[in-house]
């Protein structure tokens, strides 16, 4: 099982505090760094100072890490034009001398589209058929053999003669991240596009069953690459109770419902729940760290959960 740290900084964090978790978590041996693609907080917190862009973001950590892996969960699809997504991501993957993956939705949260003038379709089906044009704008702009143009005639989005440039750095194309629990669409665009397939904040049973029918879809389009299964967990790791309590309430949650919802408990908790993760196909876990204040519990996990996972 490979451990991966998962922030969320639309509740509040600037650059400099990203960077301050990112080395960390590089340091301490985790094998990736990812941030979520959001431009306002949710719930209660002032969300100051700030939203920061995702891949201004991972540009910027691209140059001031090493080793660490970079992405997001998930980029959505109705903030930027394809093209130039394309093309931003392609160059933090240079950037960062090949260490992207790409995680991408169809984007969900109406708010944050009216508070910073986007557009948002408020049909899913629009959303998901955009959604489903950008994976392959994307995909075949960084696929496109150079020296070739890349041509694209949909609903939404047209290409014509696009030189398709710059590549990245990694060949054919960085990892690309597809998730959600939708029952239908989800699984057959993560079966035609993904490298990877995430189910957020669900439980075991709830992950499973996303997960046959991600397995369900990958048969039926016989695919032959292969696919990973990860999730995405919130973690919230004590030495005893009193510790597990002190970070349940920081991040304004109740340890009872972290214990089902998440990874939550001591350490030898939290393994045997991984441990039930893994026996249901889990390869990744994203492990959703809110205070990123708090660099002792990134130190604890990597100590006393990743030692026992390695």
Known sequence: ???????????????????????????????????????????????????TDAWVTLAGLARETSRIRLGTLMTAATFRAPGPLAISVAQVDQMSGGRVEFGFGAGWFEAEHTAYGLPFPVDAGERFDRFEEQLAIVTGLWQTPVGETFDYQGKYYRLTDSPALPKPAQSPRPPVIVGGTGRRRT??????????????????????????????????????????????QVVCVGRDEAEVARRAAAIGREVDELRVNGLAGSPDEVVDKIGRFAEIGTERIYLQVLDLSDLDHLELIADRVAAQLA
């Open 1 to 51: 099982m490979r451990l991966r740290i998962f922030t969320e900084p639309q509740q509040g964090a600037s650059y400099e505090t990203l960077l301050t978790v990112a080395r960390a978590a590089e340091d301490l041996g985790f094998e990736a760094f990812f941030r979520s693609d959001h431009y306002l907080k949710m719930g209660s917190v002032s969300g100051l100072p700030g939203p």
């Open 187 to 232: 699984p057959k665009l993560a079966a035609a596009y993904a490298d990877e397939y995430n189910v957020p904040f669900t439980v075991l049973e709830g992950t499973r069953a996303a997960f046959d029918r991600v397995r369900a879809a990958v048969e039926e389009a016989g695919r032959e690459r292969p696919m990973v299964y990860s999730a995405a």
